[in-house]
């Protein structure tokens, strides 16, 4: 069981926007920064989002990031069936002094 | 731009050790941040395994700190885990990738190399 929690799965339809939660502690994201990583099918995972908020220059601003005391949201506006694949979040626990990831979420475009 | 590639065995046997290379290209690991290695078992989510500092200060899985050592090889732009007693739970892809410490972000990942412990 991860010490973060996504939801399983999540779908919308293209050019719809979706949201990804991911649901954490005091110890972990209530005090420490948040990042995103999308892995495609078959790929590595990629940084999307770090720092809570920001994007990697090549990441398009369709990918968006934000934080509320212990838990962050992934949000995906103008879905294109390119964006299918795994999200995962990651933060780092004070208390267990690890890094720590979401159990996942398939997006998929309908 | 910053390269990572993984390299070791693909298939052990239960029991045996698993040692993994990561070789860094573009950046130089003395400057600076952490290098880490997360697995992902078959199907599953990603799991953190452990990050190393080229001063060789580590931080570990508590379920995996009692088989792992993670060391850093600064003059061959290098760092390595080995995992002993491995299990058929040891097996997954792994990713060897760059740590921001702080700032909690992985950037950039290894393409992961499978691992499968099996009998």
């Known amino acids: 069981q991860s010490v973060l929690t996504q939801p399983p799965s999540v779908s919308a339809a293209p050019g719809q926007r979706v949201t990804i939660s991911c649901s954490g502690s005091?110890?972990?994201?209530?005090?420490?920064?948040v990042s995103w990583y999308q892995q495609l099918p078959g790929t590595a995972p990629k940084l999307l989002i770090y720092?809570?908020?920001k994007r990697p220059s090549e990441i398009p601003d369709r990918f968006s990031g934000s934080k509320s005391g212990t838990s962050a949201t992934l949000g995906i506006a103008g879905l294109q069936t390119g964006d299918e694949a795994d999200y995962y979040c990651?933060?780092?626990?004070?208390?267990?002094?690890?890094?720590?990831f979401g159990g996942g979420t398939k997006l998929t475009v309908l | 731009q910053v390269h990572l590639q993984e390299s070791g065995p693909g298939l052990l046997k239960p029991s045996e050790t698993l040692s993994l290379t990561c070789t860094v290209s573009?950046?130089?690991?003395?400057?600076?941040?952490?290098w880490g290695w997360i697995r992902q078992p078959p199907g599953k989510g990603l799991e953190w395994i452990g990050i190393?500092?080229?001063?060789?200060?580590?931080f570990y899985s508590p379920s995996l700190t009692s088989r792992l050592t993670i060391s850093i090889d600064t003059s061959k732009n290098q760092f390595s885990l080995k995992l002993t007693s491995v299990t058929a739970a040891d097996t997954a892809l792994y990713y060897c990738?760059?740590?921001?410490?702080?700032?909690?972000?992985?950037?950039?990942w290894g393409q992961g190399t499978l691992v499968t412990v099996s009998s």
């Open positions: 990738a760059r740590y921001s410490g702080a700032y909690n972000w992985f950037d950039p």
């Open positions: 573009g950046y130089s690991i003395s400057s600076g941040y952490y």
């Open positions: 190393i500092y080229p001063s060789k200060n580590t």
């Open positions: 005091y110890s972990n994201i209530g005090n420490n920064y």
């Open positions: 720092d809570n908020n």
């Open positions: 990651g933060s780092w626990d004070s208390s267990l002094n690890v890094a720590v």
